[in-house]
């Protein structure tokens, strides 16, 4: 009986996080299911494209992230000439607006598993910090790590996204905290 306790509780508390994520945000601003999917499959598809294009991706570390259009590139490559490669590659392919993809690939060897998982520790942390903070509009947010560094991604008002960092800043263990938001118009007063 004592083992449908633990998956019980860790369902209740995901139902918990995503109706107190619908209920920060405007019903107006929400991003649909079809929105969420469109953002996945294209992630899907930049990292099969960047991956065929050249056979040094074999041994890189990709990790690709969309969310309303805004395409971030992370990881590790081999040269700079994949981290160019990269970006054209993802430059090029249809439904993605060239002006806003972002590469922070760096060169260097992939990070390790523990490196990683530390990563992962690290965004649910900024992200349960997020979900906790009153004026912070955290359903607007993606938040990604990548050795250390958090990027965050969205469509967001300046003075949103200077909430939203100032809330980051106080998470212990970010080496550094990368914006990559579409700034919208402010609302007025």
Do not use: W
């Amino acid at each position: 009986m004592n083992c449908y306790r633990i998956p019980f509780f860790a369902a209740l508390l995901v139902a918990a996080l995503t109706i107190t994520t619908a209920c920060t945000n405007k019903p107006e601003e929400r991003r649909t299911p079809g929105d969420l999917i469109d953002d996945n499959a294209l992630e899907f598809v930049i990292a099969k494209e960047i991956r065929a294009s050249d056979e040094g991706f074999a041994s890189a570390h990709l990790v690709i992230t969309v969310y309303d259009g805004l395409v971030l590139l992370l990881g590790e490559v081999a040269s700079a000439s994949l981290r160019e490669k990269a970006t054209e590659v993802t430059e090029s392919l249809y439904k993605v607006d060239p002006d806003r993809v972002y590469n922070y690939l760096t060169v260097q060897g992939p990070i390790s598993m523990l490196a990683r998982t530390n990563d992962g520790y690290l965004s649910g942390k900024v992200k349960a910090r997020l979900l906790v903070a009153a004026e912070v509009p955290a359903g607007k947010v993606k938040v990604v790590t990548e050795n250390g560094v958090v990027y965050l991604m969205g469509k967001i008002s300046r003075s949103d996204g200077e909430l939203v960092v100032a809330e980051v800043q106080k998470s212990f263990g970010v080496k550094k905290i990368v914006k990559v938001f579409d700034y919208l118009s402010e609302p007025p007063p």
